[in-house]
């Protein structure tokens, strides 16, 4: 696929409002930091710290974040991020009962397929908020 960008951007825009697409970044960066940590736990051979990085990566932090942009962003991008945070769940489960490394980086391997893949599909564009209620034209933004 596409290594370095040559072109224009082509993938999908969502439309978001700026403290919606802060939301969305905040979540990505905890992601990127808790494989991270995942990663230097593997390398250990600490299974306990594998599962106690990838808990917070599942379920539960989906739902703070679905709070904020539920119906802002479409389905199908709501489900895989949602099956990105259930595959967490259960690499922490895992590795809590199976106790394999090996197990485990395939898991994550396969989990990292959609981070790649939502990625080549989907960008942000932050946009002002839509106009007010009462019909007035949105205030000027400079
Ligand atoms: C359902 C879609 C989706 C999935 C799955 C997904 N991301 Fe993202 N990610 C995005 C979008 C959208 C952006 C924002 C891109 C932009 O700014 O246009 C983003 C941005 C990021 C950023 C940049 C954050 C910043 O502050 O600029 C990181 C890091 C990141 N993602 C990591 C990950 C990791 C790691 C995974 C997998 C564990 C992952 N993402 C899975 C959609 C996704």
């Known amino acids: ?3 370095l960008a040559e072109g224009p ?3 999908h825009v969502l439309e978001v409002t700026e403290p919606q697409r802060g939301h969305v970044l905040e979540e990505m960066r905890a992601l990127l930091s808790g494989i991270q940590n995942i990663l230097a736990a593997l ?4 299974m306990a710290a594998v599962a106690q990085h990838a808990r917070p990566l599942g379920k539960n932090m989906a739902h703070k974040t679905e ?3 539920k119906g802002v962003l479409p389905g199908e991008f709501m489900r895989l991020g949602m099956s990105v945070h259930e595959d967490f769940d259960r690499i922490a489960t895992d590795a809590e009962s199976i106790k394999d490394p090996k197990h485990t980086l395939r898991q994550l391997g396969n989990t990292m397929y959609k981070c790649v893949a939502c990625h080549e599909a989907y960008q942000t564009r932050a946009v ?3 106009v007010q209620k009462n019909g007035a ?5 400079h």
Do not use: G, I, T, Y
């Not at 390398?43 to 600490?46: F, G, I, T």
């Not at 034209?137 to 933004?141: A, C, F, I, L």
């Open 1 to 3: 696929m596409s290594a």
């Open 9 to 11: 951007d082509n993938r």
């Open 43 to 46: 390398a250990k051979e600490n």
């Open 67 to 69: 709070d904020h942009l």
């Open 128 to 130: 002002v908020q839509p």
């Open 137 to 141: 034209p949105s205030p000027h933004v």
